[in-house]
């Protein structure tokens, strides 16, 4: 074992440069708390900006200038075909995406004089960090933040290969592969499913469960599953993939059938968090059967010095749940009475329509007995849809039926990630729907649905 | 099912009002934060707001009444006839306690199993009062808990227990943090004292018995309680202040001709606040329930003023963001409201650390008690001219003298010590203290 002779003292050091890690360093900073942030990839930004979210969204934005122009067709438009160029396209993805804003967090990080150490932190009990890597050195801490994040899951008995891509390999767009096979009917699955359609592959899509997007009211995958109905050659609900390798330059894949051919397969079965090798087992931190950390309404573990955050905590896996999550920790350590007592934390699907929703499902609000009433508004109503062309949306809200308080508000349609903002605000804020329905909504926009659906529910 | 108000707590051990005026009748409806009444107590005559919205359905008290904190003074109807009332779950059983983490940072749950409806901001504010939300009946649209009603549960106690430690204050790099908490919080052991039965003074000779005054009643239970919870600790020093009295008698004249009544009492609340800033623990309270220290990051410095009523403490707020002029003009105009009975309420409560100065009427030093629950108090006598050896030569220098008295379970005598000679340092070099360094 490589000891580092170096031994340095730190207020707080966290444990992964991501979304949760640099938030909370950055706070820890403002909050006059000498601040070291650990990384094994000497990075910040972690798997969300490098390999996740950000580029994930610029593929999609690509995708959706094409469909943009394809579309215009109907409006007597005519760009013709797409010529799609990789390298000038991966370029600007790379340099002018995630390259710009890694800058940008390197910026703040040295502004702010947190320190990013590039090594693996390994816990040597409950006050230090052995930093393995090119700089080796421990680390003595008052407070630790453990913010490791996650890993694309493998799909079991499945070697990973070259043309058998996660979804990290598959947001470097290797190329344009023919025919593509699709494994995860999740967000990661239709986001990136629609992104190689866009660009010219045909897409087969296997989901176990009975429906895309599992766990979210039917009525508001509807729109996109059929979008990708049309988009996709073909969707295989219920469907369970029995064998699949690498075949010479093919994938083969079998799910209840014979073998078919792809040339290239994409694994999005969901993520793993990331909390092995970490050296928890020296400290009184609790990792639970699926390898999550066990913390408490502060994010505080099970050790009353160490605290974890995002991903590796626990679901919804969302960079913002961990942001905030970093925040309230910073604050905590800081002796302030913070906590994570979050109502909602809003979850996008980048798709094309787009599906966003907070708070309580429809389902999940029926399933808790809760008694609710719910107001559907249909985007064909919308002046604003139809200008853009597309009616295919619907605002729902899910509120209490005693009060009428909002506890959910679900959205699919162009734009739904932006506007489920204001759903989030309203929920998190026990806003009532009528407090909504005697907000002037500008006219004509998407948002008035949010209003019209609340009027709704007034009756 | 009506909803009353009660008197709340008016600060500073005050445990009784009496009614000046009743504000609203039955049957009107009123606004949140509308006055009710007009109360008066030793200390002030203050205007009670309303902590809600509603239709007046009962007026409990009249001019002249004396009532307690806690008695009912008005009824409110219940919010019009929506359906909105049950979810006003004031006698909700209270969820169940997670098995290891405090309850509050987990966010206060209903019994439908809901959030509590409040606005991020008044969950913050619940935490920092020690309100479980859960146990609160909110009196905003649709039963919403306002920041009022988390304060009126505050005030009103008993359900703030189990929402105990929302964030068990962490080791930060403050110096008063020196061992981080390794475990929950307990509560310490219980001091019980009964005064002994009084002998019968008659028998040996003429008595005479004069019930006590209002203020004079409050002054005593308050300084028994500190002198009988508190094991105090007085420590004494002298500050040189021959080169501050120069700076105060060159910015006296200036300072009046802009209004301001400049005296060394301001500089000593800068000199304090900027040595409670380094030395956090005296700007504290013990929580012996809870087994914690509550550090306070705000300095609200109490400054004892004599009226002919007796002693009063009104509290001069955020001292630690104020420059000296301005310290020295809120001071001469809190001191005078209170000479006046004209305090309001938030004049009296909320102080962090109190400062008496007695120098007026001579001595050579006092030791002060504690005013309870801070951790300290400090004592300034009359500054005199005295000879002292500098250089091996003895000269004239105006000596200030001090005493700090502090609470012996939150800090040692080092401790007293180390605070104590931070003040005498700033106050004998007036260019750092006026920089606030």
């Known amino acids: ?459 | 099912m009506p909803r009353d108000f009660t008197l709340p707590d008016l600060g500073e051990g005050l445990t009784e009002a009496e009614i000046v005026k009743v504000l609203v009748r039955a049957g009107d409806v009123i606004a949140e934060d509308a006055p009710l009444l007009e109360v008066e107590t030793d200390k002030a005559q203050v205007e009670i707001p309303s902590p809600m919205a509603g239709r007046v359905e009962r007026v409990h008290v009249q001019p002249g009444q004396t009532v307690k904190v806690g008695a009912v003074l008005v009824s409110f109807a219940d919010a019009a006839a929506s359906p909105a009332a049950p979810a006003r779950a004031a006698a909700a059983p209270k969820p169940a306690p997670a098995a290891t983490a405090a309850p509050a940072a987990a966010g206060a749950r209903r019994a439908d199993g809901g959030p509590a409806p409040a606005a991020p901001s008044t969950r913050r504010l619940a935490r920092e009062l020690k309100v479980d939300l859960a146990t609160v009946a909110g009196s905003g649209p649709g039963g919403r808990i306002t920041d009022d009603d988390v304060r009126a549960a505050a005030g009103g106690g008993g359900s703030a227990a189990t929402s105990r430690a929302a964030a068990t204050p962490a080791a930060s790099g403050a110096p008063a943090e020196r061992t981080a908490p390794t475990g929950p919080a307990r509560p310490l052991a219980p001091v019980g004292l009964q005064p002994p039965p009084l002998p019968r003074f008659e028998q040996w000779g003429p008595v005479e018995r004069v019930p006590l005054s209002h203020l004079r009643r409050t002054i005593a239970e308050r300084m028994a309680l500190s002198a009988a919870l508190i094991p105090h600790v007085t420590h004494f020093d002298r500050a040189d202040i021959t080169d501050l009295e120069a700076v105060v008698r060159d910015g006296f004249e200036p300072a009046r001709a802009k209004g301001i009544y400049l005296t060394l009492t301001s500089f000593v609340l800068k000199a304090v606040t900027t040595a409670l800033v380094k030395h956090p623990v005296f700007n504290a309270s013990l929580d012996p329930g809870a087994g914690e220290l509550v550090l306070k990051r705000h300095y609200h410095l109490g400054v004892a003023v004599a009226t002919d009523r007796g002693l009063i403490v009104p509290v001069l707020r955020d001292v630690d963001g104020k420059p000296v002029l301005d310290l020295a003009r809120e001071l001469a105009a809190l001191a005078q409201r209170v000479r006046e009975g004209k305090a309001a309420l938030d004049d009296l409560r909320g102080g962090t650390f109190t400062v008496t100065n007695i120098g007026a009427l001579g001595g050579t030093g006092a030791i002060p008690i504690i005013n309870y629950p801070e951790v300290a108090i400090l004592a300034l006598a009359r500054a005199r001219l005295e000879p002292v050896v500098r250089a091996g030569a003895i000269v004239p220098r105006l000596m200030l003298p001090l005493t700090l008295t502090f609470d012996h379970r939150v800090a040692d005598g080092a401790d007293g010590a180390r605070f104590a000679a931070e003040i005498v340092a700033l106050l004998e070099s007036p260019g750092r203290l006026l920089l606030g360094l």
């Not at chain 1, 295919?392 to 506890?407: F, N, Q, S, Y």
């Open chain 1, 1 to 459: 074992m490589v000891m580092g002779d170096l031994v340095r003292e730190v207020d707080v050091v966290v444990v992964g440069g991501g979304p949760g890690g640099y938030s909370a360093a950055f706070r820890c900073a403002d909050l006059g708390l000498e601040t070291l942030i650990v990384d094994g990839d000497g990075r910040l930004g972690g798997a969300c900006l490098h390999e996740g979210c950000i580029p994930s969204k610029a593929l999609l934005h690509v995708a959706h200038v094409i469909a943009e122009a394809e579309r215009a067709r109907e409006l007597g438009v005519e760009f013709g075909p797409p010529q799609v160029a990789l390298d000038p396209l991966r370029k600007w993805k790379a340099e002018r995406v995630v390259g710009k804003l890694a800058k940008g967090l390197a910026g703040v990080a040295r502004a702010k004089k947190v320190e990013v150490v590039n090594g693996c932190g390994v816990f040597e009990g409950s006050r230090s960090l052995r930093v393995e890597g090119e700089a080796p050195q421990t680390i003595r801490f008052g407070h630790a933040i453990v913010a490791t994040g996650s890993e694309p899951a493998a799909l079991p008995g499945v070697t990973p290969g070259e043309r058998i891509m996660d979804s990290t390999a598959a947001l470097e767009v290797p190329d344009v592969p023919e025919r593509l096979l699709v494994v995860g009917g999740g967000y990661i699955g239709l986001e990136l499913g629609q992104v190689y359609a866009a660009l010219g592959s045909r897409v087969t899509l296997v989901e176990m469960a009975d429906g895309l997007l599992p766990g979210v009211d039917p009525d508001l995958v509807q729109p996109l599953a059929r979008a990708v109905g049309k988009q996709f050659a073909e969707i295989r609900l219920g469907t369970r993939i029995d064998a699949l390798r690498e075949v010479g330059a093919e994938v083969e894949a079998t799910f209840g059938g014979p073998p078919a051919r792809f040339d290239r397969a994409l694994v999005a079965v969901g993520r793993r968090p990331r909390s092995a090798g970490l050296g928890l087992e020296t400290t009184r931190a609790r990792v639970d059967g699926r390898g999550f950390i066990a913390v408490d309404g502060s994010c505080r573990t099970d050790d009353p010095r160490i605290f974890a955050i995002g991903d590796v905590t626990g679901e919804p896996m969302l960079a913002h749940r961990a942001m905030r999550q970093g925040k309230v920790v910073a604050e905590v350590i800081a002796g302030r009475p913070a906590a994570f007592d979050n109502v909602v934390v809003p979850a996008v699907v980048f798709t094309d329509p787009e599906v966003a929703w907070c708070g309580l499902s429809e389902a999940a609000a029926r399933a808790a007995g809760r008694e609710v009433k719910v107001a559907r508004f249909a985007w064909a109503a919308s002046g604003r849809a139809a200008t853009l062309g597309r009616a295919d949306g619907l605002t729902k809200l899910v509120a209490e039926a005693a009060t009428g308080r909002l506890i959910g508000v679900g959205l699919a349609g162009p734009g739904a990630g932006e506007l489920i903002a204001e759903g989030a605000l309203a929920v998190e804020n026990a806003l009532l729907a009528e407090d909504v329905a005697a907000t002037i909504h500008a006219h004509p926009t998407l948002s008035e649905g949010f209003m019209e659906a609340a009027e709704s529910l007034l009756g």
